[in-house]
């Protein structure tokens, strides 16, 4: 059980550090810099703070949704 | 037909479609009113809980505000999805496993004690009130625009129908309608966005057409960063807020929406663990389709906004200008008295003055479309504003029928008595709530983004905390509750109210440049520092509260 907690919890660490990157990273903190190169019409830093962090969040909630499932069933402790 | 007509037909026609959905949906039982019985299906969840997110400063103002603000604008973006992040991988989950009704629910049984509760009860008011008080405020503006009654009308219009549909259905009832709300909303965000995104850049995917090329071959946005810098904004891709303001703002709201009560609490009418994440995952989705197009919709409205009022002659302005000027909403003062409108940065040269709301609702007439396009955005504005009413009004009447009243002043109480009550406190709501809407605190926008400040500084570090630390006690809990949301309502109501000096102090003043709408960030990390401190010196929690915590980590605890 400790193993399943600590399983979760890296996962968490995992998910939430490449949330933190493309957010608070991409967006906010290297935006100028990012900003020198281009996606298209984008600016590369600007294109993350208005629309690539978005489209990241949803991957990252789907991943870990499959993640703890599979997790779930090792440990035997998914609900029927 | 015109405008009017359209607007009466759709709005009509939405509304019925609404009372019809609540009639066919009674709540029977406190479970059903409390947590729609807790048998809802995960991806109508989702959608549900969108629509319960998105309010009327989502559909309304937000657009708008990224059309001035430009890269700043990401602020709002960022913030407001990525809380789901937080709220799938830290809070949903957990909070379904422990599985009662309410956030007060669980502060007050994690923490064993009534004073917890009642803290999490002021709490969940405090921020379900600020944030309720903009949304009827959004009834308002858009009645008296497209229907031309005064705003008082449009509010108890609105008023009317959350009463009917709250109180009869309770979560059950506001969960299908706010499923209904959704495509209401979605479909009225899209097509004038698909149709402005053809027009400018010939491609029919608004977050595509953000980066495409113009009729001229320049691509939009650079387009834009020009136009901005020859009236003397910042350039559009640019921002002009420190970069420590934009880091507190963006994670003061992600915070804060992982900790509203009114989406918690929507984890709970899952049937299991499994079904709580993934209807986060797809909530995300739903909520992401605007949030994608809504930084695209801004920079079509200001390109079209500029090209049709920078330096135009007053006599020539188009039918949409004279419009919005009755609602004062648009003001033109021909300061150099040449009959041109002169839209310039420097504030004694500008002669336009545009409120951010209005640019969205203005967007489809900007952009010439059919006037059934425009009708549409009115019932899309009402759908959102009603269904986030309707999802912070349950969370007052849960608050006082449940929290207060079942658990603490009276246990005895009847499931039909305490059925009642809890619809007479939904009904009594709804009141403050139209009180708030005639007599509105301020702008939209700003009100509901200092409810997350709240939000953040006060149930966030709570709850995380009750899930992740085991050693938290009630001590902790408390201590750092308060000290977060006083520190929070103390710094909102010196910058931003102004109530304890002359004027309202300057930005120079705020601590570490953060503005009130960031300090959430501050209040937060004080709350787990307190919280963490206080605990530590102070007994642990008994050994059955110390299980509870261990059992909410499993979704099901093997022999």
């Known amino acids: 059980m400790k193993k399943y907690w600590s399983y979760n919890l890296k996962y968490l660490l995992i998910l939430l550090s490449i949330w933190f990157l493309v957010s608070f990273g991409a967006g906010i903190l290297w935006v100028e810099e990012l900003n020198k190169i281009r996606l298209g019409g984008f600016k590369l830093g600007f294109w993350f703070a208005q629309q690539g962090s978005i489209y990241v969040f949803v991957v990252l909630i789907f991943i870990y949704v499959r993640l703890m499932n599979r997790l779930d069933k090792k440990f035997n402790v998914d609900e029927n | ?559």
């Open chain 2, 1 to 559: 037909m015109d405008v009017q007509s359209w607007t009466f037909l759709l709005v009509g026609l939405s509304f019925s479609l609404y009372i019809g959905i609540a009639i066919w949906t009674r709540a029977s039982s406190t479970s059903d009113f409390y947590v729609a019985g807790g048998e809802v299906n995960p991806i109508l969840n989702g959608m549900a809980t969108a629509a319960d997110w998105m309010s009327a400063a989502s559909f309304l103002s937000m657009a708008g505000l990224i059309s001035f603000m430009g890269y700043d604008g990401g602020i709002y973006l960022m913030g407001w999805t990525g809380g789901y992040v937080l709220l799938a991988l830290l809070l949903a989950p957990y909070l379904r496993k422990f599985g009662k009704f309410t956030v007060p629910d669980f502060i007050g049984d994690r923490y064993y004690s009534n004073v917890a509760r009642t803290v999490g009860i002021i709490c969940a008011l405090l921020i379900s009130l600020t944030y309720v008080a903009g949304q009827m405020r959004g009834v308002g503006i858009v009645f008296a625009r497209f229907l031309e009654v005064p705003i008082e009308t449009g509010v108890y219009l609105g008023m009317g129908l959350v009463f009917f549909y709250a109180v009869l259905g309770g979560m059950k009832g506001i969960t299908y309608t706010q499923i209904a709300q959704y495509c209401v909303l979605i479909f009225a965000f899209m097509v004038p966005a698909i149709f402005i995104s053809i027009q400018l850049t010939g491609n029919p995917i608004p977050q595509l057409g953000f980066g495409g090329k113009l009729s001229d071959g320049t691509f939009l946005l650079d387009k834009l960063d020009g136009l901005n810098q020859e009236l003397g904004f910042h350039e559009y891709t640019s921002g002009s807020k420190g970069m420590m303001d934009v880091f507190a703002i963006t994670f003061a709201l992600m915070a804060g929406t992982a900790g509203l009560p009114h989406v918690i609490v929507r984890f709970f009418t899952v049937p299991k663990v499994k079904d709580a994440r993934i209807s986060a995952g797809w909530a995300l989705i739903f909520i992401a389709i605007l949030y994608t197009t809504a930084p695209a919709i801004s920079a079509f409205a200001r390109t079209n906004l500029i090209r049709a009022t920078s330096n135009i002659p007053y006599t020539h302005v188009p039918e949409w200008f004279t419009n919005w000027e009755k609602t004062g909403l648009i003001k033109f003062e021909d300061k150099n008295s040449d009959g041109v409108i002169q839209y310039l940065a420097h504030p004694d040269l500008n002669e336009l003055t545009i409120d951010n709301d209005i640019i969205v609702l203005a967007n489809p007439e900007m952009a010439q479309l059919p006037n059934w396009v425009i009708a549409l955005v009115a019932a899309g504005g009402l759908a959102a504003a009603l269904s986030t009413a309707a999802g912070l009004l349950l969370v007052i009447s849960t608050s006082i029928a449940h929290d207060l009243i079942k658990k603490q002043l009276n246990s005895k109480i009847s499931e039909k008595k305490e059925l009642f009550l809890a619809r007479f406190a939904a009904g009594a709501a709804v009141l403050v709530a139209g009180y708030f809407g005639v007599n509105p605190p301020g702008f939209v926008a700003a009100t509901v983004a200092l409810a997350f400040g709240l939000a953040a500084s006060s149930f966030f570090p709570a709850i995380v905390l009750g899930i992740f630390d085991k050693r938290m006690n009630k001590q902790g809990a408390i201590a750092g509750m308060v000290t977060g949301i006083s520190l929070m309502l103390f710094y909102m109501i010196y910058f931003k109210l102004g109530w304890f000096t002359q004027t309202i102090p300057p930005s120079t003043d705020w601590w570490w440049d953060i503005s009130p709408e960031g300090f959430g960030t501050v209040g937060m990390l004080v709350n787990i520092f307190v919280a963490l401190v206080v605990s530590r010196w102070t007994t642990p929690p008994p050994a059955h509260i110390q299980q509870l915590t261990e059992s909410i980590r499993y979704p099901r605890r093997t022999a």
